[in-house]
């Protein structure tokens, strides 16, 4: 089955996330030491953790009350695909059930963490092992602890704040606590680049982790930019851990979680020590180094550059995003006081990158990256969004971000991220996406609808209208339509009518008498033309250049529509008179008749083709008006270099 | 196992499967929308939800079909309010790697395929065991559905072939018209139904009660 390509993808994210624990760890007691309550923590964990088994043993007499699974249940009963490729699963969940028997205290976490790596690497070596692991387990269970402590104080808050988000959590705290279980193995921190940039994917395409998205976007905003606490002033650290905790289960509601400064600030950094590898990758970052300590100020930047160039895609989108965020930081630096200097100060340790490398990205960053911009998300729609988009473009960027979350969705379910809120979301997503697939396609009806209006109209007006020449006066009045009403150029002769023209004639003429501004109308074309001083000439020019292209293309249309309908015309005559001499027509039919079953497959075989066929065609058809409104801009551009 | 009933109107998955070109968007959108779609367009994936509200609809009543229901824009099961979520899946084999996702979610199932073409019949075994490998149930809610009935004179799988099939999995069989709209309301209806019962069952079982169903269910895949 497809069960192999994502195990393998997933099982180095596992090890490298294991890794990255330990580095984190050390790093966090590094720490706690500097903070200097090392003790009391361990004391307050001490004291957590008994807790913790008196909850859990709550816990359990629930769960076998209400006929709620237990967790090794769970495993068994809710993962059908796992059941599939059994074996594996069925010794882990059987080995996770003895592991438990011999240190009941061990985490649920930590098993999930830990399951398939240890099934095949610790494996052999178990028993030489175990005291490392237990050491091992325990840390991880301090962590845990202090997350479990928070997330209670969290949802004390919570209840009193605000109702609604009570109910939600509640709903969850069932599910929660396995659901932490199935999440924590497809962490987004401590992963690779890669691996997190494609587990918490931007759906509007670009390559960046999700938690790194948000961060930026919530600092880029002005005020964030100008505060003196950005990048200094640290955050309350269970905040940072909730904030964490809610990305890697992917759980985060940007309408409910709102960040603060300091915490982005923190969880960016987080995010940058957990990475298992520099961002600049261990085989590139000795020579980014190298080219730092580069004298010449110049060749550093092609060098940079060049190096640039071979970091992997997400790495580079990665850096990319982070130095020109830093640039807009160190812009504000009257206000937020921060310069490249102290700025690499304090950043360069995180991102694993010498002082000297981090100020020379700063100073370059701008001519490094100059096809990155920074553009805040907006995530796709979820079915408590206010509405859908009504445009057809919009629509089309919707549907398009809408197939990439549910892409998402199903890989991570078929390599074994299952939960509840999972399998919602993917019928959510999937809901979302017929109902913009329906509004698209009875957008397409009204555009054939008003196709059809059209030439009725064209049909009884083309004696007497004026298309070929628009005057001077009324070429104000239509290019309003026009630009308002992109979407669809051949709707334009509506507003042409001379009724439309009447009204807004006046108004065209107000504005040039209101301020008194001498024009000129070029002879050749007929255009008006503004004094070169005007700072309006440009554009006035540009819509009345474009306008024209469209009346040309619209003209072009109609003579075609013309030219279809009198072959339709010219091929019904040619109908009725086949149908006139039957007797001809039917002797070979005759003939045919006897294997009708054929017949039948034949028929249905072109039906289906057909509408193949006229689903492409209608893709061409929208694709030609996308290259046609394209050429259209080009010729605009061409022309107005004439004036 | 067992799901607790939620706050709110209950909600009702069900998910359609079968054959491509046997009809499976036609019975959705006319049961959604009132409307018939002539033109064919391969489906991938399309979710739907739909408000369901009293008319009291019992099964005599629905046995005489179309009209019982009239097109009200919610649906009502025997007085109570409802939800109903449908997945019309693709029928095409391309697909097949999503769809075990989407089944997995399912509550109950429509399998569906057309009398006119006995191809799309065999095809329903196909699908009935890939639907009890993924949920490793055998009573769960499922119905079989031979559509197109108004096309009777095409028709190339006899109805005594259909009613056998639907015996042997101990399921019922019902043949609809999304064209004419017959039965399209019974077979939604009739499926929430099934759901509902068992889910009322599900969470009325005592956890031992539950237990021993799971393990019962279990030993039948395991004999599968």
Same mark, same amino acid.
């Given at each position: ?98 592991? /438990?028997?011999?240190?009941?205290? *061990? ?26 692991? /237990? ?90 930019? *100008? ?11 269970? /905040? ?82 982070? #130095? ?31 002082? /000297? ?18 553009? *805040? ?35 991570? #379910? ?22 913009? *697939? ?183 058809? #929208? ?16 022309? #107005?270099?004439?004036? | ?20 070109? &046997? ?150 069989? &019902? ?8 039965? &399209? ?40």
């Amino acid at each position: 089955m497809d069960f192999d390509s994502p195990e393998e993808k997933e099982f180095p994210g596992l090890y490298a996330s294991e890794a990255a624990d330990a580095k984190s760890k050390k790093s966090k007691e590094e720490s706690d030491f500097s903070e200097g309550d090392h003790e009391k923590h361990s004391k307050k964990d001490l004291i957590g953790r008994r807790k913790d088994k008196k909850e859990k043993g709550k816990d359990r007499g629930y769960a076998a009350l209400e006929g709620e699974s237990s967790p090794e249940e769970e495993l068994d009963t809710k993962s059908p695909s796992k059941s599939k490729k059994s074996k594996t699963f069925k010794f882990t969940s059987s080995k996770s059930k003895e592991k /438990r028997e011999k240190s009941r205290d *061990k985490e649920k976490e930590v098993k999930a963490a830990e399951d398939e790596p240890s099934l095949k690497v610790k494996d052999k070596e178990k028993d030489k092992d175990k005291d490392k692991e /237990r050491q091992h387990d325990e840390k991880e269970h301090k962590k845990k602890d202090k997350e479990r402590k928070e997330k209670d104080k969290k949802d004390k808050s919570d209840k009193k704040e605000k109702k609604d988000k009570k109910s939600k959590q509640t709903q969850q705290e069932d599910a929660a606590g396995v659901e932490e279980v199935l999440a924590l193995g497809y962490p987004i921190f401590g992963v690779s680049v890669s691996l997190a940039t494609e587990r918490s994917r931007c759906h509007d395409g670009v390559d960046l982790p999700l938690v790194v998205r948000d961060c930026i976007d919530y600092l880029q905003q002005k005020q964030s930019l *100008k505060c003196e606490q950005i990048y200094k002033v640290e955050p309350i650290k269970t /905040r940072l851990l909730h904030y964490k905790r809610l990305y890697n289960n992917r759980e985060h509601d940007a309408t409910v979680d709102e960040l603060n400064i300091p915490t982005a600030c923190s969880l960016l950094k987080l995010f940058f020590r957990e990475l298992p590898e520099p961002v600049l990758t261990t085989d590139l970052v000795a020579r980014f180094e190298e080219v730092a300590s580069h004298p010449k100020v110049t060749e550093q930047q092609a060098e940079l550059q060049q190096l640039l160039e071979q970091l992997p895609k997400c790495n580079r989108t990665l850096l990319a995003w982070m #130095m020109l965020h830093f640039d807009a930081v160190i812009q504000q630096e009257r206000y937020n006081k921060l310069n490249a200097q102290s700025l690499a100060m304090l950043l360069s340790p995180t991102l694993q990158m010498s002082h /000297r490398l981090m100020v020379a990205l700063l100073c370059h960053c701008t001519n490094l990256f100059p096809d990155v911009k920074l553009i *805040k998300y907006v995530p796709p729609l979820t079915s408590s969004s206010p509405g859908l988009p009504d445009k057809p473009e919009d629509i089309q960027i919707e549907l398009r971000k809408q197939d990439s979350l549910l892409s998402q969705i199903h890989s991570e #379910m078929n390599a074994g991220f299952i939960t509840k809120k999972r399998e919602e979301q993917l019928w959510e997503v999937q809901r979302i996406i017929t109902q913009l *697939k329906r509004k698209l396609r009875s957008c397409e009806k009204k555009q054939e609808k008003s196709i059809d209006e059209l030439d009725s109209s064209t049909s009884a007006q083309t004696p007497g209208q004026p298309t070929a020449q628009p005057a001077p006066q009324p070429v104000a009045a239509p290019i309003d339509s026009v630009s308002e009403d992109t979407t669809d150029s051949k709707s334009a002769p509506t507003h042409l009518t001379p009724a439309d023209e009447q009204p807004e004639e006046p108004s065209v003429s107000a504005s040039p008498t209101a301020t008194p501004i001498e024009y000129t109308v070029d002879k050749q074309t007929g255009y008006l033309l503004l004094p070169k001083t005007s700072a309006q000439r440009e554009e006035l020019l540009r819509l009345q250049i474009e306008y024209d292209e469209l009346m040309n293309w619209q003209n072009e249309l109609k003579t075609r529509i013309l030219a279809e309908r009198n072959e339709i015309f010219r091929l019904k005559q040619l109908c009725e008179q086949e149908m006139l001499k039957p007797s001809a027509g039917l002797a070979p039919n005759q003939e045919q008749l006897p294997n009708e079953g054929d017949y039948e497959r034949v028929i249905e075989h072109y039906t289906r083709e057909n509408a193949l066929l006229e689903h492409k065609k209608q893709m061409l058809g #929208m694709e030609l008006k996308e290259e046609r409104r394209a050429c259209i801009a080009l010729q605009v551009e061409l022309r #107005m270099q004439q004036f | 196992m067992s799901k607790k009933p939620t706050a709110g109107p209950a909600l009702h998955k069900v998910i359609m499967v079968g054959s491509g070109g &046997v009809g499976k968007s036609a019975l959705t959108l006319q049961f959604m929308y009132d409307e018939f779609v002539e033109d064919y367009e391969p489906t991938k994936a399309d979710s739907y939800r739909k408000k369901v509200r009293a008319c009291t609809l019992t099964p005599k009543t629905l046995g005489s079909a179309t009209q019982c229901c009239t097109p009200s824009l919610q649906v009502v099961l025997d007085g109570e309010e409802v939800q109903i979520d449908i997945l019309d899946t693709a029928g095409q084999e391309d697909y097949a790697a999503i769809r075990d996702n989407y089944f997995r979610s399912g509550e109950g199932f429509l399998c569906v395929f057309s009398i006119t073409d006995d191809e799309s019949f065999q095809a329903t075994q196909e699908f009935r065991e890939q639907i009890l490998r993924v949920k490793n149930d055998e009573s769960i809610p499922f119905l079989l559905v031979g559509n197109k009935c108004d096309l009777n004179d095409k028709r190339k799988v006899p109805l005594s072939e259909c009613q056998l099939r639907a015996q042997q999995w101990s399921v019922p069989y &019902v043949e609809t018209s999304a064209k004419t709209r017959e039965n &399209v309301d019974k077979v939604f209806f009739d499926l929430m139904r099934e759901i509902r019962s068992r889910k009322t069952e599900d969470s009325k079982a005592t956890s031992g009660r539950a237990k021993d169903r799971c393990k019962k269910r279990r030993l039948k895949c395991t004999l599968l």
